[in-house]
């Protein structure tokens, strides 16, 4: 049996029907932002592996950090325990996250770092005896897919298996320009009825439900009113952190810190599972004690790998090397010039980017949802040409990493001209 057959008698892909879909690709090397094929293609990453990779594929710089923290210590229990690459990648983390963040709280992925958060929530409510029960969270929000995580998330086709089982949770609307003063007359609404411990969001763009923007006033009045009336402020930065959006962090364009931000995906550069939770003094003041009914019982087998931490400190020496930054504004700038020479295309519902971020949504006559007949087009369009962009239904994005040159980002955006040129000039 070939490969590919040995995969799918042996294993189950994630977000993948089992039948009715295309053979999975082997990828056989990853190089900068190219990953090559079994049969000698070079496919370019153009949404950076599921938003993690932030320096290109197998650089040298994390490789030979991550073979030198394994030949040394791979692992060891961190209760009890500790390392100096967990040690290091705490200080560096804290050196660029906004300055009321004092302590990092390790886990393994984004899912988990997002569960850390909510647990600590409601554990910093019921230490001083106060059991706030209800979470805020945005329409549209993504935070993950484990139970926690997924009940803080848009309820859809994704959750609707486990609806019974979602803890109850407080959704605003989604705030666009035409609706920031009823967002946010809800939003005051929902606080005054008490009992919420927490407000979590992804700061100014949701990834998951189609690189959706919103405004940094509205986030600034939400964040503000949230906060002046006791409850703990959540940014789940785990798309939007380490450069994506223009800046170190999204939170960063905003004049009121969370208490509490979710860390992963780009934190090892796309190299090694990793999540990370950080909390100000206030959150931690709340737990220091010496009884155990007050402490954070939480911890993953995996947690503060050395193996992970390693990677993560060689990433963060990259993304702070100023030729890094200079990348993310050149592919700013990119973006902003493929977005204004399109904004008006008759076949384009709408084109946005923030910082390295460019998504663009077509119109279309049937359902825009994720599940929208379009996507079976792109996807193949795009990978036919060597191009990897996964479509979320009408609504392809670019999020690549920062190393691509100006000449494979034309070489994306002509691809994407290609699509524009093909598509029948729409009615409205
Ligand atoms: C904002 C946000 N939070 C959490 C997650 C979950 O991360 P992971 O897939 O590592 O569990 C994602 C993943 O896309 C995300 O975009």
Redesign the pocket.
């Known amino acids: 049996m070939n490969w590919v057959g040995r995969d799918k008698a042996a294993i189950w892909h994630p977000f993948t029907p089992l039948e009715g879909v295309d053979d999975p690709l082997m990828i056989t090397s990853a190089e900068g932002i190219y990953l090559h094929t079994e049969d000698g293609r070079k496919i370019i990453d153009a949404v950076s592996s599921?938003?993690?990779n932030l320096h290109g594929h197998s650089h040298p710089f994390i490789a030979e950090a991550i073979a030198k923290q394994a030949s040394g210590l791979e692992h060891v229990i961190f209760a009890g325990f500790t390392h100096k690459p967990a040690i290091e990648l705490a200080e560096a983390l804290l050196s660029i996250l906004p300055a009321n963040q004092s302590k990092i709280f390790y886990s393994d992925?984004?899912?988990?770092?997002?569960e850390v958060a909510l647990k600590m929530a409601l554990q910093f409510w019921y230490n001083q005896g106060m059991e706030k029960k209800k979470i805020i969270a945005i329409d549209g929000?993504?935070?993950?897919?484990?139970f926690g995580?997924m009940s803080v998330?848009e309820r859809s086709d994704f959750t609707k298996p486990f609806a019974k089982h979602l803890f109850d949770v407080d959704f605003i609307d989604f705030p666009r320009s035409d609706n920031e003063k009823e967002v946010f007359h809800q939003f005051q609404e929902t606080v005054a009825t008490g009992d919420i411990a927490a407000f979590i969001y992804?700061p100014l763009i949701?990834?998951?439900s189609g690189m959706r923007m919103y405004s940094t006033t509205i986030l600034n009045r939400l964040i503000t009113h949230a906060q002046e009336n006791n409850i703990l402020c959540i940014a789940?930065?785990?798309?939007?952190g380490f450069g994506r959006t223009g800046k170190l962090f999204a939170s960063q364009y905003l004049t009121r810190s969370p208490d509490i931000m979710?860390l992963?995906?780009g934190i090892t550069g796309g190299a090694m599972?990793l999540?990370a939770t950080s909390c100000t003094d206030k959150v931690i003041e709340a737990f220091r004690s010496k009884d155990l009914k007050q402490t954070f019982l939480h911890g993953h087998s995996y947690t503060a790998n050395p193996i992970a931490c390693a990677a993560g400190i060689a990433s963060f020496k990259l993304l702070t090397d100023p030729y890094c930054q200079k990348n993310i504004d050149r592919i700013t700038a990119n973006h902003l010039a493929f977005v204004e020479k399109h904004k008006n295309a008759p076949v384009i519902k709408n084109i946005r980017s923030m910082g390295s971020i460019l998504a663009l949504e077509f119109k279309t006559d049937s359902d825009s949802s994720y599940f929208s007949e379009l996507r079976n087009t792109l996807y193949p369009f795009f990978i036919e040409k060597d191009i990897l962009l996964r479509p979320l239904g009408n609504l392809i994005y670019i999020i690549p990493p920062y190393i691509i040159q100006d000449e494979e980002l034309s070489k994306i955006y002509r691809a994407i001209e290609e699509f524009l040129n093909l598509m029948p000039s729409h009615p409205s």
Do not use: F, P, R
């Not at 992925?109 to 997002?114: A, F, K, R």
């Open positions: 599921w938003w993690v992925n984004g899912s988990t770092s997002v929000a993504y935070h993950g897919d484990t995580s998330g992804e949701q990834g998951a789940d930065e785990v798309m939007t979710c992963s995906k599972a999540g």
